[in-house]
C-alpha cells in the first residue's frame, strides 16, 4: 500500500458527507441516492470552507448528504463495517479524496455544483414553490434585515427576520400536511429549517 492509498479510517467520512458535482446528477436521477438523504445548503446560507478554514456565502446551491443523527458523519458511513454503504455509486468527491494528497479534490472543489434547478426544475408546481420560497425568505434578503436592524430605528426589523422564520416553518408543514410530500425530502427542497440555521449565527 503507498502512503497516498485510502486505508478506510474513515476519518473523511465522519467529516461530513461531500458536496454533489453535476457529475453526480445520474446517481439522483437513476435513483441510486435519493434525494431524502440529502439537504441543500442555499445560496447566501453561511458555510465553512473546508479548504481555507473560513465561513464564507454559499455561491449557489450546495447539495451535501445528511449527518448521522444530526452530526457531521456521512449518512452512508458505516461505522461498523468501517465501509460506505454506497461505494460504488459514491459522488466525485468521495472517489477523489484522498487524505493524503488533496490535490484532486481541491482542482474540483466548489466548480460545477449540482443545484436543485438541475434536478427539480422539470416537476411542475414543486419547483414554483422552492423558487417562492427561496423568493420570500432567502438569506441574501435575511442578511440585509439583520445588518439594517443596527443601523435604523424604523420598525421591528428583528420581527421581519421572525416572520420570515415563521413562514419557512409553515410551508413545510403545509407541503407535508396537503401535498402529502414526505417530509424527509424538505431539507432538500427548503434547505435546512431558517429556525435551526438562524440560531447557530
Ligand atoms: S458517500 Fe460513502 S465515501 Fe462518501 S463520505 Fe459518505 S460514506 Fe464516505
Not at 114 to 124: A, G, N, P, Q
Not at 185 to 197: C, H, I, K, N
Request: with cysteine; glycine share 6%.
Amino acid at each position: 500500500m503507498n502512503s497516498t492509498e485510502c486505508k478506510r479510517c474513515g476519518t473523511c467520512c465522519k467529516k461530513g458527507g461531500p458536496s454533489f458535482h453535476i457529475e453526480d446528477r445520474a446517481l439522483l436521477e437513476d435513483g441510486f441516492i435519493s434525494a431524502k438523504y440529502l439537504y441543500t445548503i442555499r445560496e447566501g446560507e453561511p458555510v465553512r470552507d473546508n479548504i481555507s478554514e473560513r465561513i464564507v456565502y454559499a455561491p449557489s446551491d450546495i447539495i451535501k448528504i445528511k449527518g448521522q443523527k444530526n452530526g457531521w458523519t456521512c449518512f452512508f458511513y458505516d461505522e461498523t463495517e468501517k465501509r460506505c454503504a454506497v461505494y460504488e455509486y459514491r459522488p466525485l468527491e468521495c472517489k477523489l479524496l484522498k487524505c493524503r494528497d488533496t490535490r484532486d479534490i481541491e482542482r474540483i472543489f466548489g466548480k460545477k455544483l449540482l443545484t436543485r434547478k438541475d434536478i427539480i426544475s422539470t416537476v411542475e408546481g414543486l419547483w414554483d414553490l422552492v423558487i417562492e420560497h427561496d423568493q420570500r425568505c432567502s438569506y441574501k434578503k435575511i442578511r440585509k434585515l439583520i445588518d439594517e436592524s443596527g443601523k435604523t430605528k424604523k420598525g421591528d426589523l428583528s420581527g421581519k427576520v421572525a416572520e420570515l422564520i415563521e413562514y419557512d416553518k409553515i410551508i413545510r408543514e403545509l407541503v407535508v400536511k396537503k401535498g402529502q410530500l414526505d417530509s424527509e425530502l424538505l431539507d432538500f427542497l427548503f434547505g435546512r429549517p431558517l429556525s435551526a440555521t438562524m440560531n447557530r449565527r
